[in-house]
């Protein structure tokens, strides 16, 4: 029986996977040479104004590629450690503060909801909205934007280099903070009134019906900056009360 091009262009893609590697050590283990890229960086358009006259900035978003672990070795950290997901931090920081806009966490084996194997996604999308967006559709469909919002980003970009980096797995740690399940939508996040500064992602083993993670966080040497917004003019909104 004749293998099918899709079949063997498969195969080839498996065959060429670049796994990093499990260190076991009795106690901790480590996972090295992890490769975090970051891609698709994009500004999403927000039409406002009485007559949708201007243009202002509701979001940017971004895919960041999952750690590419063989199945075998997320059995063995799930078997040790009870390891059955990744979770990743978000911190933005700007005038040397920082803060945490939150977490999502990508299952090792997720409910399968259509064809194919239940695997960690090889990639997620995050999103991160100015504070007039980020509520609800309603906010979203508003002529004129809570919070007087008019910024715009006129400077982004995608900063650091993907390179090869380890995440240690040790003793649990209780991690509080209710975090988001990573699904087919982007993962969406509160960036405040304005969305200047650099964001950074942390990665750390989770556990996610105990809710621990294992071995602390680890920052991905890859990060988005937004260097500069400036104001947009919207005359028509002057004065105007979204809650009228």
Not at 43 to 55: H, L, N
Request: proline residues 4%; hydrophobic residues 35%.
């Amino acid at each position: 029986m004749k293998l099918t091009l899709l079949t063997i262009t498969l195969i080839f893609m498996v065959s060429c996977t670049k796994y990093a590697e499990v260190t076991r050590n009795s106690f901790s283990d480590e996972v090295k040479q992890v490769s975090m890229e970051v891609t698709y960086l994009k500004e999403a358009d927000w039409k406002v104004g009485q007559k949708k006259e201007a243009t202002v900035t509701q979001s940017i978003s971004f895919l960041l590629d999952m750690p590419k672990v063989s199945e075998e070795d997320l059995a063995y950290l799930t078997s040790k450690h009870k390891v059955d997901a990744w979770i990743i931090r978000l911190i933005k920081t700007r005038d040397n503060k920082n803060q945490d806009l939150g977490s999502v966490y990508a299952l090792f084996n997720p409910l399968q909801t259509g064809r194919g194997k239940n695997r960690t996604p090889e990639s997620i999308n995050l999103k991160i909205y100015y504070a007039a967006a980020y509520a609800s559709e309603r906010f979203r469909a508003l002529k004129c934007p809570y919070f007087n919002h008019s910024k715009r980003i006129n400077s982004m970009d995608i900063e650091g280099e993907n390179k090869g980096f380890s995440i240690s797995v040790g003793r649990s740690i209780p991690y509080g903070e209710k975090s988001q399940l990573v699904e087919f939508r982007p993962n969406s996040f509160n960036g405040g009134n304005s969305l200047a500064g650099n964001y950074y992602m942390e990665i750390a083993p989770y556990n996610s019906k105990e809710k621990v993670i294992l071995g602390g966080f680890t920052r991905i040497p890859m990060y988005v900056s937004v260097e500069q917004e400036k104001e947009i003019s919207i005359p028509s909104c002057d004065g105007f009360d979204p809650d009228r």
